[in-house]
Structure formats: structure tokens, C-alpha cells
């Protein structure tokens, strides 16, 4: 059982919730090679860390849609293309940039026992879809996403 199902809703914290398995980007890596990263991963958005590891920064599918050329997209995707359900970039067609140069910078970012009820305000007043869970050291040790928040609220016990 997870978490969500042990817990009272209202007590649940980003530790509870947060996914653990963290793609973290290094500032240096190329736009392209991180539209790689990122698709094999599954993922719409990742931390951006420096060379010790710190989070410097979030990129994410918003990010790669306003670097892209405004070059209409393919109608199908193939090996050289990023795809999801609701884009398709290709790789090409970003700039060979350093991601450090596109990611937003100051990311929002939590600690691990930051309140459930806390971190969808974070998301809903930045207008974001992930929160950074970092260590006192600023390390990313996890993610949590408006799908993990959904979750917990569609699999809790919602005693409040």
C-alpha cells in the first residue's frame, strides 16, 4: 500500500507523493540532447543541476515549444522528433544551445515535508505542473507533479 491509502489526506506531504526517480539534467547538455533525455524518460519536464548537483533551474515542454522554430510541426513523428499526445518538435529545429540558456530559472521547490495542500497552491499560483523536492543542500530528491497531487486525492482516505 501506498502513502495515500495509509494517511489522512490533509496530513500527506511531498514525501509522501513525490516520484523518487529523478531525471536531473546538467546545465551544460545541449537543448537537443535533453529533448532526447527527457522523451525517453517519459517525461514533460525535468531539474536543471549544476556541476555539485544543485537545482539551478526547471525545463520543461513549455520551455522546448518556445525555443522551437515556428516551422509548422510534421503530422507524424519519427527518430529525429520529440513527440507527446499534444506536440511534435523536432530536434532539428532547436537551437544546439546549452539548456542553461532555456530552462527557467529559480525554480519552485519544496522540502520533503512540505503539506499536500501547500504544494497544489505552489502549482496553481505559479501556473506550473511540477515542484522540485530538494535536500538542505539543494539537491533534487524527487518531483511532484499535478498528476501525483490527482492522485493522491483520487486514491487517499480524504479524512479531514
Not at 27 to 34: A, E, I, T
Request: proline share 6%.
Amino acid at each position: 500500500m501506498n502513502a495515500t491509502a495509509l494517511k489522512p489526506f490533509v496530513t500527506l506531504t511531498a514525501a509522501d507523493i513525490m516520484s523518487h526517480d529523478v531525471v536531473a539534467i546538467p546545465r551544460h547538455l545541449s537543448l537537443r540532447k535533453v529533448a532526447h533525455l527527457l522523451s525517453k524518460a517519459h517525461v514533460t519536464g525535468a531539474p536543471v543541476i549544476d556541476g555539485r548537483g544543485v537545482c539551478v533551474g526547471v525545463i520543461s515542454a513549455t520551455d522546448f515549444v518556445e525555443a522551437a522554430d515556428a516551422d509548422p510541426c510534421p503530422s507524424t513523428c519519427d527518430s529525429t522528433c520529440v513527440c507527446s499526445e499534444w506536440q511534435v518538435i523536432e530536434v532539428e529545429n532547436l537551437p544546439a544551445d546549452e539548456v542553461g540558456l532555456y530552462m527557467t530559472p529559480d525554480p519552485v521547490t519544496v522540502t520533503p515535508d512540505t503539506n499536500i495542500t501547500d504544494l497544489a497552491r505552489m502549482m496553481l499560483d505559479a501556473h506550473i505542473h511540477r515542484v522540485i523536492v530538494i535536500d538542505g543542500e539543494r539537491r533534487p530528491v524527487g518531483i511532484v507533479s499535478t498528476t501525483d497531487v490527482l492522485a493522491a486525492v483520487a486514491y487517499g482516505e480524504h479524512t479531514y
